[in-house]
């Protein structure tokens, strides 16, 4: 089925967030999405704040408010009982979208084009390319063999399709079956594009990916800046900033956030903030801090600049050793926090505060660290070096929300790689040569019977050296 240029399309995005609130975002999202369909329902699970039903009233026709049951496949369900088939008919196209994007990068309206053209019952952004069977019942379907499938995150039928019963009862027989995220995955996205290509429609993506198949079977998540900077892919997940950190370094050289986030802040006109509030306010520092890379490595400049020379209007507060170091620093700057835009501090017991004032124009450097990075809150040493920390004062403000960050000099950087490198292998070495390291005679022999002694036979005696010691 072909759309002419006039058609008219339906849209079911779902919403939610633990506190009810609508980011900015999301209305971003909604605005350019708004300028392509006739109808928006926004269909909420869970809470929905005053405020978040104030922003969502612009663009949106109507707003449904449900229990957060069964993730967003119920909550398209609900949507499609909500509009009910009557009216779905008076549209050539349905959209069911989610929130787990950011974007657009480019405006839906150039993808829209392009895909009216093309003969499809259904189609979607990007495909994830599988890693198991392809001929596996969709019943069989596990993490281990994901079928070839369009990812549901956007996914626009066309009436050929939504019209038909088949539609109807696929949504139908998903009820009651939703309890948990892997049923959400296997029971609905990953058998969507198989159970409708089976049954005799045809589908589509936007973003071509075939090519990188060598590379990756999950091109949105590992290679996100290729699909937005040659291939013009308009969103990318927001788990690309904030996912298991263990996904990316097992699939790939754990770069891809870093160089997404480089080209959106350099080659578009997305507004950052849209995704430093969402992050920020939802997700681990921690987690954000590993996935965006966020360790500066400052170095003195050589033309000498230091504070004073350069115009940086300072004051130095020497601490008496009275208490706690973190609760003197808080009560000798409170009288200057609304003077000052940062606040540096060393603890000068421990040789740690030498990696944040290098030299005499290091502190200069790391203001300018700040000022380039709007949403930098506080500049730390990396553990277990707590006692040396940078931060600007607004970040000290209740409720504000600015990154924290890890900070070393060039020689401090140099030592610490070394340091990591050596105790990585120093333990490398205890695991696979006990002998050569300095152990208890117990350890050594309970290593060496464990490696000659079979499993079975192991699990027993350990088992009856329990129950004699008592532990």
């Known amino acids: 089925m072909i759309l002419e240029s006039g058609c008219k399309r339906a849209a079911i995005y779902v ?9 900015d975002y999301i209305m971003y999202q909604l605005n350019d999405l708004k300028q392509n369909i006739k109808f928006l329902l926004v269909v909420v699970n869970g809470e929905l704040q005053q405020s978040g039903r104030d922003k969502l009233d612009i663009p949106a026709d109507e707003i449904l408010v449900r229990k957060n049951i069964g993730f967003d496949v119920l909550a398209w369900d609900a949507g499609l009982k909500h509009i009910g088939y009557g009216k779905l008919k008076e549209y050539d196209e349905l959209l069911l979208m989610n929130d787990t994007c950011y974007g657009p990068f ?6 829209f084009d392009i895909m009216n053209k093309r003969d499809m019952d259904f189609w979607g952004i990007t495909k994830h390319h599988g890693n198991g069977n392809i001929n596996i019942p969709l019943s069989k379907i596990t993490l281990e063999n994901i079928p070839v499938h369009i990812q549901t995150y956007f996914i626009c039928v066309r009436k050929s399709m939504f019209l038909q019963d088949c539609f109807n009862k696929y949504w139908i027989n998903l009820r009651n079956r939703i309890k948990t995220y892997d049923d959400a995955v296997f029971k609905n996205e990953a058998v969507f594009t198989r159970t409708f290509e089976g049954a005799g429609f045809k589908s589509a993506v936007y973003i071509n990916s ?33 996912s298991d950190y263990n996904e990316f370094i097992n699939n790939h050289a754990s770069d891809a956030p870093l160089e997404l986030y480089n080209y959106i802040r350099g080659r578009t006109n997305y507004d950052l903030n849209m995704i430093w509030d969402n992050l920020l306010r939802t997700k681990s520092m921690d ?3 590993q996935q965006l890379q966020l360790n500066y490595i400052v170095n003195g400049s050589t033309t000498g600049n230091a504070c004073r020379n350069a115009g940086i209007n300072s004051k130095v507060i020497l601490i008496n050793n009275s208490g706690m170091e973190k609760g003197a620093l808080l009560d000798s700057v409170k009288t200057y926090v609304n003077q000052y835009d940062y606040v540096c501090f060393a603890h000068d017991k421990k040789t740690a505060s030498e990696n944040i004032f290098a030299d005499k124009s290091f502190i200069a450097n790391v203001i300018a660290l700040f000022e380039q990075n709007e949403r930098l809150g506080f500049l730390v040493a990396p553990p277990p070096h707590y006692d040396v920390f940078c931060v600007r004062t607004k970040a000290l403000a ?5 990154y924290t960050a890890w900070l070393l000099s060039g020689n401090y950087a140099r030592m610490e790689l ?25 350890r050594l022999l309970k290593i060496l019977f464990k490696r000659i002694i079979p499993a079975p036979v192991w699990k027993c005696l350990k088992k009856v050296y329990h129950l004699l010691k008592g532990k």
């Open 15 to 23: 919403v939610y967030d633990k506190q009810g609130i609508i980011d």
């Open 106 to 111: 480019y405006p839906f309206k150039e993808m």
């Open 210 to 242: 075939d090519d990188l198949t060598s590379r990756t079977n999950y091109p949105l998540m590992f290679l996100p800046k290729e699909l937005v900077a040659n291939r013009r892919c308009p969103l990318v997940k927001r788990r690309t900033f904030c």
């Open 287 to 289: 987690g954000i801090r």
């Open 398 to 402: 209740q409720g504000a929300l600015y």
């Open 418 to 442: 070394n340091n990591f490198y050596y105790m990585i292998r120093s333990d490398s070495n205890l695991k696979n040569n006990p002998f050569e390291n300095n152990m208890s005679t117990e």
